[in-house]
């Protein structure tokens, strides 16, 4: 599967379109990341649990995604856009979404 985040594929021709798809995740915090986290942010650098999160959420968003633009019959989808959004004190949905198209 193609992904871009522009409105074409570089070298290829959209042959259809498929419309917007989409995958979704829902990730709490972990308390251990949190203490480590607050440790952290006493003394600066990176949060690494918080990055491996946010990886894991992203690939696993990205993967239902590209699950649902398959079983459209696309090869690619384009415009591919990331979002993210509060839905509980301590958890945040992650969000991607793009439109599916065949490409030649």
Known sequence: ML????????GKT????FGVVS???????????DF???LKNMVGGELKG???LLQDSRRQATDRMIEQAEQLGANAIVNVRFATSSVAQG???LYVYGTAVRVK
């Open 3 to 10: 992904l871009n985040n522009i409105e074409s594929v570089p």
């Open 91 to 93: 958890a945040a949905e």
């Open 36 to 38: 480590m986290a607050s």
């Open 50 to 52: 918080y990055t491996e």
């Open 14 to 17: 959209i042959v259809e379109h």
């Open 23 to 33: 995958g979704s995740t829902v990730r709490a915090k972990h308390i251990g990341r």
